[in-house]
């Protein structure tokens, strides 16, 4: 009997162990696919998209019940927040003074009239009422300038991917590969993942390169993403805050690689809006992440990653930052 146990032992854990979930939501506006292995998987997959879904009716711009929406409908005077806002809106003012401003919270107004698939007249956008220096808030309140909206698309993904984190290590997930949208943690307990970087120039199938990476973050920004055209012009989803419109970037790509996916987020939308000039600059300040830009022809790679990344398209050339 002693003997059966001993056999049976090792093979139930082998069972337990190897149970591979996989899943695919369409969830803050955008299609996000988890694969954990592991004993507890299905039950922090689960608890996972519960998250999120709770994330949503925080932070969700198109939600007339979400809080931000609340928020915004009260711009002028104090609102309370949750915890949860508090949080985020902390990290994201404290990100726009980081960044001088090229991440912004407070774009909200122009992000409505640039979705509406046109290019909104002057006056409109110069009448429109952002700046993150104008806003204040404390752990319960927030008071931001009347007619200001505030909106979180290019982090709320990022802190989600965290709060996802945290929940897989709860649950002893050993292994697994969350993206949401472009925002991907890979956690690879034992062997790598090999992560595809998109082709700007291609289709949403192509890439120009594989980075290899295990237990990081990964964020991709990039203009082939959300964009429309008129008159040959192409009008892209990230915007500069200084001129309210599609940041004139020489960057058609940027993927930050860091331990928080808060930060990658932000740092992947704010590196676009600075160019490669002013990314470049960025990173040799601060050097806590690693990032790839694109150009139209380069592929810059911070040293970090250097040796893990593998450039697959020829019509690009690859660049080291030192
Ligand atoms: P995606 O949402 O496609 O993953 P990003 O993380 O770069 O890409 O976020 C872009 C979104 O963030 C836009 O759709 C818009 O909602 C918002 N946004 C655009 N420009 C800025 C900016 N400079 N600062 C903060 N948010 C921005
Ligand atoms: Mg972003």
Request: net charge negative; charged share 20%; aromatic share 8%.
């Amino acid at each position: 009997m002693k003997r059966l146990i001993c056999l049976l032992l090792p093979l139930l854990f082998l069972v337990g162990c190897s149970q591979t979930v996989t899943a695919q939501y369409y969830m803050m506006d955008t299609v996000m696919s988890f694969e954990l292995r592991g004993e507890h998987a299905k039950e922090a997959e689960r608890l996972i998209a519960d998250e999120i879904a709770a994330l949503e009716t925080v932070f969700s711009p198109t939600r007339d019940d979400s809080e931000l929406s609340r928020v915004n409908q009260l711009s002028g005077s104090a609102t309370p927040i949750s915890e949860t806002f508090a949080n985020l809106l902390q990290t994201s003012l404290s990100a726009a003074k980081e960044t001088d401003g090229a991440f912004d919270p407070t774009l909200g107004g122009a992000i409505k009239l640039w979705r509406q698939g046109s290019v909104p007249p002057p006056e409109t956008l110069d009448a429109l009422v952002t700046g993150y220096e104008t806003v204040t808030a404390d752990q319960n309140s927030v008071t931001v300038p009347s007619g200001l909206t505030l909106d979180f698309g290019a982090v709320a993904k990022g802190y989600a991917s965290d709060r996802a984190k945290a929940i897989l290590e709860e649950h002893n997930i050993p292994r697994a590969l969350l993206s949401l949208g472009g925002n991907v943690y890979a956690k690879g307990g034992g062997s790598p993942w090999i992560v595809g970087v998109r082709d700007p120039n291609g289709e949403a199938s192509d890439w120009l390169g594989l980075l290899t990476v295990q237990d990081c973050f990964l964020v991709a920004s990039g203009d082939y993403e959300r964009f429309f055209e008129s008159d040959g012009v192409r009008y892209h989803h990230i915007l500069d805050p200084k001129t309210r419109k599609p940041a004139q970037s020489d960057l058609r790509e940027t993927v930050i690689v860091c331990d928080s996916g808060t930060r990658a987020d932000i740092l992947s939308t704010a590196m676009f809006v600075k160019g490669s000039e002013g990314a470049i600059e960025f990173w040799e300040k601060s050097q806590d992440f690693d990032m790839i830009l694109v150009t139209n022809d380069t592929v810059f790679v911070t040293k970090g990653i250097a040796v893990t990344f593998e450039l697959t398209n020829p019509a690009y050339r690859l660049e080291v930052i030192e």
